[in-house]
């Protein structure tokens, strides 16, 4: 189908719902096509086309809302979908912040043609994919002491968003990716370590090269052998620039609208207090051209903005959707996110942290001795308290100098006390949605 019939389907959705009888109404589809090629053994493994069609609705009568999705275009049913939102609207439980975006929150959207998200080539052959996967596999298996790789894999995607609403939100967007990525296993028996590499892009032209990948994925498994204990105790941890996304994804699930409006954040009081180093923001762009998580608008119409949401340490704003907003008595900050069959939810899109003046090396000779954590394992966080607790592995350091791998350990802190202690690196990923450096955190305590 194309980006017309997507709208027209959604249209059909809104004036569908009103015939039913609902007071208000938005609606979204989703078109995927996609392309997946996955090699093993040096032998074609996996080969997969799929496209698909969502169609989501969500209806309000009064302070009561429903929403229903199906996967067929046909009128009957989408006649059906509106009479069975309707129905069910009616009998759900009120909702006092439940409902469309107000007009003071819509404007004019920014032209989603200038994020560039959409790699004007055509579809690639299987062959293409096939090759890079192939490329990656021999790079990977080139590396001494791999002996085996898991998978090699080659994607390539579309996907197109259109939203209509009842109070005149009218708008889509169309975004292409592709990736590869292989799992590579090293060294024997009982003693495998097994790491991996992945890359994704919105256009070819960006994407590293895939035996380059490969390579990559074959020595970290390599690097990751014979794999020691560290000492127990208090100790200065580098996040690895891998795994570093996940400290400040902490920090936005707890200043996630829906977090903060519950109740159960333990950033829920600390509006306009540091929650960072001083000299450290933490910025949120959905515009930047060819961005992972970039879009014109969000999920509810609401034209999308760079905004600041932590500044020189100190939090400055929350991450909402209209509901959450109107229950804490704001605006919504456009980060509304939404599938075909759930009411939009706050979420977080491209985001950037202030990088540092120094190397990852610099870091870890500033450590002394430590651990660095390249991959983690689980997770037990007390969203309340900021309680830390993770399963990690990666490398020991002792005088500044990596030591030797080691794995199945587990690191323990407070969030809170974490992120203020922060030491940032210099080498973000500006290709990631969430772009952020190795972190140096002091004093975690670390068990065997």
């Known amino acids: 189908m194309s980006a017309a019939e997507d709208a027209r389907l959604a249209e059909a959705l809104i004036d569908a719902a009103r015939q039913a009888g609902a007071e208000a109404a938005d609606a979204i589809v989703i078109g995927q096509t996609s392309v997946g090629i996955g090699v093993a053994d040096r032998a074609l493994e996996e080969a997969e086309r799929s496209e698909s069609l969502d169609l989501g609705l969500r209806v309000l009568i009064g302070p009561r809302q429903a929403c229903v999705s199906a996967s067929d275009p046909r009128a009957d049913t989408i006649a059906e979908m509106a009479a069975r939102a309707v129905a069910i609207a009616r009998e759900a439980p009120e909702d006092p912040y439940c409902g469309l975006a107000d007009p003071a929150d819509l404007g004019p959207v920014p032209d989603a043609a200038a994020l560039d998200l959409v790699d004007p080539a055509e579809p690639p052959e299987p062959a293409r994919l096939e090759d890079l996967a192939r490329a990656a596999e021999t790079a990977a298996l080139s590396v001494e002491g791999v002996r085996q790789v898991e998978q090699a894999s080659a994607s390539w995607g579309r996907n197109r968003v259109t939203l209509r609403a009842t109070n005149g939100v009218a708008g889509g967007h169309e975004r292409t990716s592709v990736g590869v990525g292989l799992s590579a296993i090293a060294g024997e028996g009982l003693g495998r370590e097994r790491d991996f590499a992945a890359e994704t892009r919105r256009h070819w032209a960006d994407l ?170 689980g997770s037990s966080i007390n969203p309340t308290t900021g309680a830390y607790s993770r399963g990690a592995s990666g490398f020991w350091v002792e005088n500044g100098e990596i030591a030797h791998p080691v794995n199945e350990i587990t690191i323990a802190g407070s969030l809170p006390e974490m992120l203020r202690s922060l030491v940032p690196a210099d080498d973000a990923d500006p290709w990631r949605a969430m772009s952020v450096p190795s972190l140096l955190v002091e004093g975690l305590t670390i068990g065997a």
């Open 208 to 377: 590293p090269d895939a035996a380059e990948i490969g390579e990559r994925a074959g020595r970290r498994a390599a690097a990751a052998l014979n794999p020691g204990r560290p000492p127990a105790g208090r100790f200065p941890v580098l996040y690895d620039e891998r795994v570093a996304a996940s400290l400040v994804s902490h920090l936005l699930s707890a200043i996630n609208g829906a977090s903060v409006a519950r109740g159960s954040s333990w950033l829920s009081d600390a509006m306009d207090t540091a929650v960072l180093p001083a000299g450290l923001d933490i910025s949120e762009n959905p515009l930047i051209p060819r961005g992972l998580a970039s879009r014109p608008m969000d999920a509810e119409g609401v034209p999308a903005r760079a905004r600041t949401l932590v500044s020189d340490g100190v939090l400055r704003s929350w991450m909402l959707d209209c509901a959450t907003a109107r229950q804490l008595g704001l605006s919504t900050t456009g980060n509304a996110r939404r599938g075909p069959s759930a009411p939009p939810q706050p979420g977080a899109t491209n985001i950037r942290i202030t990088q540092g003046p120094r190397s990852r090396a610099d870091l870890i000779g500033q450590m002394g001795t430590g651990l660095i954590v390249t991959s983690m394992i």
